[in-house]
Protein backbone atom coordinates (compact mmCIF):
# COMPACT_ATOMS: atom_id res chain seq x y z
CA UNK A 1 0.00 0.00 0.00
CA UNK A 2 1.71 3.45 -1.43
CA UNK A 3 -0.40 6.92 0.22
CA UNK A 4 1.14 9.26 -2.40
CA UNK A 5 2.14 12.93 -1.63
CA UNK A 6 -0.26 14.98 -3.40
CA UNK A 7 2.61 17.36 -4.54
CA UNK A 8 2.62 18.77 -8.16
CA UNK A 9 5.79 17.87 -8.94
CA UNK A 10 5.22 14.19 -8.59
CA UNK A 11 2.63 14.45 -11.59
CA UNK A 12 2.57 14.87 -14.91
CA UNK A 13 0.45 17.30 -16.77
CA UNK A 14 -1.31 15.16 -19.46
CA UNK A 15 -3.64 18.52 -21.42
CA UNK A 16 -4.41 19.81 -18.19
CA UNK A 17 -2.95 22.11 -15.76
CA UNK A 18 -2.15 21.29 -12.11
CA UNK A 19 -0.73 23.26 -9.30
CA UNK A 20 -1.20 22.71 -5.03
CA UNK A 21 -3.74 24.87 -3.44
CA UNK A 22 -5.36 25.35 0.14
CA UNK A 23 -8.92 24.49 0.33
CA UNK A 24 -10.82 24.03 3.71
CA UNK A 25 -7.41 24.72 5.32
CA UNK A 26 -5.75 21.72 3.86
CA UNK A 27 -2.98 21.63 0.82
CA UNK A 28 -4.58 19.75 -1.98
CA UNK A 29 -4.26 18.93 -5.52
CA UNK A 30 -6.37 21.82 -7.99
CA UNK A 31 -6.57 20.23 -11.86
CA UNK A 32 -8.16 21.85 -14.77
CA UNK A 33 -8.92 21.00 -18.16
CA UNK A 34 -6.71 22.57 -20.51
CA UNK A 35 -6.33 21.61 -23.86
CA UNK A 36 -8.72 19.82 -26.42
CA UNK A 37 -11.46 22.02 -24.69
CA UNK A 38 -13.50 20.69 -27.70
CA UNK A 39 -12.82 17.00 -27.19
CA UNK A 40 -14.57 15.01 -24.87
CA UNK A 41 -13.47 11.26 -23.14
CA UNK A 42 -10.32 12.49 -24.19
CA UNK A 43 -6.59 11.60 -22.66
CA UNK A 44 -6.92 14.93 -20.31
CA UNK A 45 -5.58 14.21 -17.04
CA UNK A 46 -2.57 14.48 -14.23
CA UNK A 47 -0.33 11.11 -14.48
CA UNK A 48 1.53 10.18 -11.48
CA UNK A 49 4.74 9.63 -11.93
CA UNK A 50 7.48 7.02 -11.16
CA UNK A 51 4.46 4.37 -10.39
CA UNK A 52 3.67 0.98 -12.92
CA UNK A 53 -0.06 -0.78 -12.10
CA UNK A 54 -1.70 -3.85 -13.27
CA UNK A 55 -3.87 -4.97 -10.54
CA UNK A 56 -4.96 -4.06 -7.18
CA UNK A 57 -7.07 -1.28 -5.77
CA UNK A 58 -7.22 2.64 -6.23
CA UNK A 59 -8.21 4.86 -3.86
CA UNK A 60 -8.90 8.49 -4.35
CA UNK A 61 -10.95 11.49 -2.34
CA UNK A 62 -12.25 13.74 -4.70
CA UNK A 63 -14.48 17.18 -5.43
CA UNK A 64 -15.32 18.59 -8.35
CA UNK A 65 -16.95 22.27 -8.99
CA UNK A 66 -18.08 23.68 -12.19
CA UNK A 67 -15.67 26.77 -13.49
CA UNK A 68 -17.32 30.09 -14.01
CA UNK A 69 -17.27 29.16 -17.45
CA UNK A 70 -18.37 26.16 -17.76
CA UNK A 71 -21.03 25.04 -21.08
CA UNK A 72 -23.99 24.42 -20.31
CA UNK A 73 -23.53 20.69 -20.67
CA UNK A 74 -20.54 20.67 -18.39
CA UNK A 75 -21.59 17.97 -15.47
CA UNK A 76 -18.29 18.19 -12.78
CA UNK A 77 -16.67 15.31 -14.92
CA UNK A 78 -14.06 13.82 -12.56
CA UNK A 79 -12.45 10.54 -11.93
CA UNK A 80 -9.79 8.01 -12.37
CA UNK A 81 -7.49 6.89 -15.46
CA UNK A 82 -5.04 3.17 -15.15
CA UNK A 83 -3.29 1.69 -17.18
CA UNK A 84 -2.36 4.54 -18.87
CA UNK A 85 0.61 4.34 -21.15
CA UNK A 86 4.08 6.19 -21.95
CA UNK A 87 2.44 8.02 -24.43
CA UNK A 88 -1.09 8.81 -23.12
CA UNK A 89 -2.34 7.40 -26.05
CA UNK A 90 -4.12 4.27 -24.45
CA UNK A 91 -5.83 4.04 -20.71
CA UNK A 92 -8.98 2.94 -18.81
CA UNK A 93 -10.89 5.12 -16.92
CA UNK A 94 -14.00 5.50 -14.70
CA UNK A 95 -15.52 9.10 -14.02
CA UNK A 96 -18.11 10.84 -12.31
CA UNK A 97 -20.80 13.49 -13.45
CA UNK A 98 -21.93 15.15 -9.78
CA UNK A 99 -24.52 16.92 -11.53
CA UNK A 100 -26.62 13.92 -12.35
CA UNK A 101 -26.54 12.94 -9.47
CA UNK A 102 -28.16 13.18 -6.05
CA UNK A 103 -30.47 16.68 -6.84
CA UNK A 104 -30.54 16.03 -10.78
CA UNK A 105 -34.60 15.74 -11.58
CA UNK A 106 -34.14 14.53 -15.26
CA UNK A 107 -34.94 11.03 -15.18
CA UNK A 108 -32.65 10.43 -18.21
CA UNK A 109 -29.59 12.31 -16.77
CA UNK A 110 -29.90 10.73 -13.88
CA UNK A 111 -29.18 7.51 -15.35
CA UNK A 112 -25.50 8.69 -16.77
CA UNK A 113 -24.32 9.27 -13.07
CA UNK A 114 -21.04 7.94 -13.87
CA UNK A 115 -19.05 6.48 -16.26
CA UNK A 116 -16.29 3.89 -17.44
CA UNK A 117 -14.63 3.96 -21.15
CA UNK A 118 -11.61 3.08 -22.49
CA UNK A 119 -9.10 5.55 -24.46
CA UNK A 120 -9.19 4.84 -27.48
CA UNK A 121 -11.70 4.42 -29.48
CA UNK A 122 -14.67 3.24 -26.36
CA UNK A 123 -15.81 6.79 -25.64
CA UNK A 124 -19.00 7.60 -24.06
CA UNK A 125 -20.51 9.06 -27.55
CA UNK A 126 -19.75 5.23 -28.97
CA UNK A 127 -21.47 3.56 -26.38
CA UNK A 128 -24.53 5.89 -26.82
CA UNK A 129 -24.14 5.29 -30.55
CA UNK A 130 -24.41 1.79 -30.17
CA UNK A 131 -27.40 1.60 -27.03
CA UNK A 132 -24.70 0.27 -24.50
CA UNK A 133 -25.81 1.00 -21.83
CA UNK A 134 -23.69 -1.31 -19.25
CA UNK A 135 -21.27 1.07 -18.18
CA UNK A 136 -22.90 3.66 -16.69
CA UNK A 137 -25.39 4.03 -13.37
CA UNK A 138 -27.03 6.46 -11.05
CA UNK A 139 -24.36 7.80 -8.14
CA UNK A 140 -25.45 9.56 -5.57
CA UNK A 141 -23.46 12.46 -5.60
CA UNK A 142 -23.14 16.20 -6.06
CA UNK A 143 -21.21 18.95 -6.79
CA UNK A 144 -19.00 20.57 -4.51
CA UNK A 145 -18.31 17.51 -1.72
CA UNK A 146 -15.98 15.03 -1.10
CA UNK A 147 -16.63 11.64 -2.63
CA UNK A 148 -14.71 8.45 -2.02
CA UNK A 149 -14.05 6.55 -5.02
CA UNK A 150 -12.29 3.41 -5.05
CA UNK A 151 -11.74 0.63 -7.72
CA UNK A 152 -10.61 -2.73 -7.43
CA UNK A 153 -8.82 -3.63 -10.28
CA UNK A 154 -8.23 -7.41 -11.09
CA UNK A 155 -7.17 -8.78 -15.01
CA UNK A 156 -9.62 -7.87 -17.00
CA UNK A 157 -12.35 -7.10 -14.41
CA UNK A 158 -12.60 -3.86 -12.44
CA UNK A 159 -15.57 -3.12 -9.60
CA UNK A 160 -16.10 0.76 -8.52
CA UNK A 161 -17.53 1.44 -5.30
CA UNK A 162 -18.77 5.41 -3.53
CA UNK A 163 -18.26 6.49 -0.22
CA UNK A 164 -19.61 4.11 2.43
CA UNK A 165 -21.42 2.06 0.19
CA UNK A 166 -20.23 -1.71 0.25
CA UNK A 167 -21.77 -2.81 -3.12
CA UNK A 168 -19.98 -1.31 -6.31
CA UNK A 169 -21.58 1.29 -8.44
CA UNK A 170 -20.24 -0.41 -11.47
CA UNK A 171 -18.71 -3.76 -12.51
CA UNK A 172 -17.07 -4.14 -15.88
CA UNK A 173 -16.56 -7.51 -16.89
CA UNK A 174 -14.05 -7.32 -19.61
CA UNK A 175 -11.81 -4.25 -19.83
CA UNK A 176 -11.39 -3.19 -23.17
CA UNK A 177 -7.46 -3.37 -23.11
CA UNK A 178 -7.36 -6.86 -21.33
CA UNK A 179 -5.19 -7.79 -19.33
CA UNK A 180 -1.54 -6.74 -20.46
CA UNK A 181 -0.99 -3.37 -19.81
CA UNK A 182 0.98 -2.46 -16.65
CA UNK A 183 1.59 1.52 -16.68
CA UNK A 184 0.48 4.42 -15.06
CA UNK A 185 -2.31 6.21 -12.90
CA UNK A 186 -3.90 9.56 -13.33
CA UNK A 187 -6.37 11.67 -11.85
CA UNK A 188 -9.16 12.51 -14.86
CA UNK A 189 -10.90 16.19 -15.38
CA UNK A 190 -13.07 17.29 -18.75
CA UNK A 191 -14.85 20.69 -19.73
CA UNK A 192 -15.87 23.12 -17.16
CA UNK A 193 -14.49 21.23 -13.90
CA UNK A 194 -12.39 22.23 -11.18
CA UNK A 195 -10.90 19.02 -10.01
CA UNK A 196 -9.56 19.43 -6.15
CA UNK A 197 -8.11 15.94 -4.62
CA UNK A 198 -6.94 15.40 -1.04
CA UNK A 199 -6.47 11.37 -0.82
CA UNK A 200 -4.78 9.24 -2.99
CA UNK A 201 -3.65 5.42 -2.10
CA UNK A 202 -2.59 2.79 -4.17
CA UNK A 203 -2.38 -0.52 -3.46
CA UNK A 204 -0.66 -2.91 -5.73
CA UNK A 205 -1.42 -6.71 -5.90
CA UNK A 206 0.84 -8.02 -8.14
Known amino acids: MKSIHLEKKNFTAVHTLIENAMFEGK ?7 KDKMNLYDENTY ?6 QFHNGIIEIKLLSRLLPDAPEFARGFIGIVFRANAGDSKFESFYLRPTNGRTCTDAV ?6 QYFSY ?5 SYFREY ?31 LNQFTNPILIVEHLKHGTGQ ?6 FVDIGTEAFVSKLKITSTD
Do not use: M, Q
Not at 109 to 114: F, L
Open 27 to 33: SILRIIK
Open 46 to 51: AKLNDL
Open 109 to 114: RKAHGC
Open 120 to 124: PGYTF
Open 131 to 161: GITKYEACADIDLNEWITLKAVIENERAEFY
Open 182 to 187: KDAIGI
